[in-house]
Nanobody
Framework: QVQLVESGGGLVQAGGSLRLSCAAS????????MGWFRQAPGKERQFVAA????????YYADSVKGRFTISGDNAKNTVALQMNSLKPEDTAVYYC????????????????????WGQGTQVSVSS
């Protein structure tokens, strides 16, 4: 059974930092890309960041570039999201995801390119 388990969410003041972690289990993920998405109340789920194990390429949404950093340890099947300079608009439930794309094509920002999802962890940033 494939599981993605997020941890590290919480409440922080604007300008602060949080580090989210995602532990993946249940299969080999060496051919998968790992991503983070977030969903605020009343809004659609949106892409935050992703990493490909092969080549170690990273991808970021414009809204988090320069503030967030994604990293991964494919030997341990873990992915982290370091979030600095947090803003109130970063408040959301953050989800970890793993995927290989569709028809051989994967795009970091497309949520339907991900096959597995975690339950999410709440991040709240106060002003």
């Amino acid at each position: 059974q494939v599981q993605l388990v997020e941890s590290g969410g919480g409440l922080v003041q604007a300008g602060g930092s949080l580090r989210l972690s995602c532990a993946a289990s249940g299969r080999a993920f060496s051919n998968y890309a790992m991503g983070w998405f977030r969903q605020a109340p009343g809004k659609e789920r949106q892409f935050v960041a992703a990493i490909r194990w092969s080549g170690r390429q990273t991808y970021y949404a414009d809204s988090v570039k320069g503030r967030f950093t994604i990293s991964g340890d494919n030997a341990k099947n873990t992915v982290a999201l370091q979030m600095n300079s947090l803003k109130p608009e970063d408040t959301a439930v953050y989800y970890c995801a793993a995927g290989t794309g569709r028809a051989g094509i994967w795009r970091a920002y497309r949520n339907y390119d991900y096959d597995y999802w975690g339950q999410g962890t709440q991040v709240s940033v106060s002003s």
